[in-house]
């Protein structure tokens, strides 16, 4: 039911390579979800995922619940086929963007009360609500309904949420059901350690087929984020998938697969690209700048996605600041390559036990930020 | 030079095939150009035009006068290289944007004097200074700067701006220099016959290597449109390919072949893609509409395109309501399949001198508006 197998281990780090199977497909690890919030990855058609090498995409059950309704996909045959894609879909429990989006909202031990960030309606989730919305939505992996709190929460409050997420973890569980589907924990405990042990330490006795951890990368800084990142995941099983939230630039991608984390999903690289920031192999290109107007080269001459091979940086600078859609297409297509061929190149370093290297490699170049 | 054969006529109509040659391939006629303003067909990537079967499309010389402009396309290597596109090109000479977006334009006899629409910055363009930009774009088929005037002008006002049309051509004419690109001038003469007739003729003496009928589908009557395009193209040689610009919806393209017109362009089915209103065989879908909410079936199940093959109405109006990009994408992809194909049908009708017949049963089912 767990539908993981761990492969290879990083023989310096906690590194690892393995494979998730869904319904729909293997899912190679460490590996990076584009996310599809509104069953669609912004830009791209399922083919263009596809041919991106994307095997495994994130859903949004909180936007997919206020517009078309899982009721509504779920008659239309479930989000694969109505969004058309025929690999793996995650979908999120709907809490974080309730507490990101939502107006409002008031949590009890129930579930969470919140005004819909489309046209103000009042909306109610408990976690058995979110796990029927994911049931309909069809997805391969449901995520847990969680209490989210500001990472600069006090302890007390930090302990209140952990011990209700708790509490829904257990409700969940028991609302799944014969679903066919996964269904994963989140660890949650902001940055307290002893807290995220404690969560930690009762979520993995109970029957959960993976482990996220979640409150993480929301604002905190980034050596806090690594500190608890690091920390939970050493307390996971390592017969479980562990998948890392929200985490997204390539140098925390490499960093906390050295922790021994197998799974993460981000907008950076889909977001990101649509404002014109785009990721090479030797740093990141703003290309609205200036100096691109008449630069003929390729975004990364190294990259073998359609973009580079096809047009300049200058013709991408006039896209994007003629506004025209073809600029966020360009830009996603070649940012998500950069993101999943950077796990890809991960997967195969660590499989033959040069992963330090080859991460130190990567981030010499990427971080010196030198743009040729 | 002139790059045309003329092929197959219909025996009832004035409808025929042909050939339109340019140093980046062949441009099978009757034929339809996507509109692609900026250096893009909004939403696609050449490779989409390029499967689509799109032979040729057209630019806007005004938009990239002013951005990028035309010295950087040329340093880049001309518009097809700029763009990546390897079919055919056809700019227009910049003057219809003038007259449409640019603000408080002057005309003199030198050319015209005109604002950005973008910065507001003064401009002037002479009949010489469109062919020099068309010629650093490096377009295959150039188009001679032409004074345009409302189609509800007085006669009086309406022949001096033809006679200027005139006096331009020869200056476009002497402009063109060896320039390997064809330049095909522009037939004026608003609504009036007798001197649409009189600008044929004097132009059709000039060296041009293909006539266009300009001045129409601008707001009047499609009565009046018809009467004078069919009555012009009757003035027009028959070994010259004949263009009516600005001509767009399906039957006014099945209409104006059956007067004996080989080429059209349009934004009508791009950007009513993107504002949702998508063509089949049945008539027009306005994709917001509730109706299709949860309507499982195609756009038009008879359409082969990548959209119809693969997603369903209620999710093409999900994106669109969501505001997603991939609805552009998607029902642009649509539309241009849906013109593209109908110019082939029309094209394949003609040489099986079946065209009236074709026309007649496509009409029927495309007028009676009845979408399943």
């Known amino acids: 039911m767990s539908g993981f197998v761990a492969l290879r281990s990083c023989p310096d780090t906690r590194a690892r390579t393995g494979r998730i199977n869904t319904?729909?497909?293997?899912?190679?690890?460490?590996?990076?979800?584009?996310?599809?919030?509104?069953?669609?990855?912004?830009?791209?058609?399922?083919?263009?995922?596809?041919n991106l090498g994307v095997q495994m995409l994130l859903?949004?059950?909180?936007?997919?619940?206020?517009?078309?309704?899982?009721?509504t996909i779920r008659e239309l045959g479930g989000l694969h086929r109505f969004m058309g894609?025929?690999?793996?879909?995650?979908t999120d429990s709907g809490g974080f963007q309730i507490f990101s989006l939502g107006g409002l909202s008031r949590i009890t031990e129930e579930g969470v009360?919140?005004?819909?960030?489309?046209?103000?309606?009042?909306?109610?989730?408990?976690?058995?609500?979110?796990i029927r919305a994911q049931q309909m939505l069809g997805s391969d992996i449901m995520m847990a309904l969680d209490v989210l709190i500001p990472s600069t929460s006090s302890r007390k409050d930090t302990e209140a949420a952990l011990d209700r997420t708790i509490r829904w973890a257990d409700r969940s569980l028991a609302g799944r059901g014969d679903s066919r589907g996964q269904l994963w924990g989140i660890v949650q405990g902001g940055l307290y350690a002893d807290l995220r042990r404690r969560c930690a330490e009762v979520l993995v006795a109970k029957p959960f087929d993976g482990y996220a951890i979640g409150g993480l990368a929301v604002g905190e800084p980034v050596e806090e984020m690594y500190r608890i990142a690091s920390f939970t995941a050493d307390l996971l099983p390592s017969a479980r998938p562990r998948y890392l939230m929200g985490v997204g630039l390539p140098e925390n991608l490499l960093d906390c697969v050295s922790f021994g984390i197998d799974l993460f999903?981000?907008?950076?690289?889909?977001?990101?690209?649509?404002?014109?920031l785009l990721f090479t192999s030797n740093g990141k290109i703003v290309i609205k700048q200036s100096r691109y107007q008449r630069d003929s080269r390729p975004l990364d001459p190294e990259c073998s996605c359609y973009t580079c091979r096809h047009f300049s940086r200058a013709y991408l600078r006039h896209l994007y600041m003629a506004n025209e859609i073809l600029a966020s297409r360009l830009n996603t297509l070649h940012n998500l390559h950069f993101h999943l061929t950077l796990m890809q190149c991960a997967r195969r370093a660590i499989e033959e036990a040069r992963f330090p290297q080859f991460r130190k490699d990567f981030l010499n170049r990427y971080l010196a930020d030198e743009i040729p």
């Open 113 to 130: 009360r919140f005004a819909s960030h489309l046209d103000g309606s009042r909306i109610f989730l408990s976690p058995e609500d979110s």
């Open 23 to 50: 319904a729909h497909g293997t899912v190679d690890t460490p590996n990076f979800m584009p996310v599809g919030t509104q069953a669609t990855v912004k830009a791209m058609t399922p083919l263009d995922l596809h």
């Open 59 to 71: 859903a949004n059950t909180y936007h997919l619940l206020l517009r078309p309704g899982p009721e």
């Open 265 to 276: 999903d981000c907008v950076v690289p889909t977001r990101n690209a649509r404002n014109g």
């Open 85 to 90: 894609w025929t690999g793996s879909i995650l």
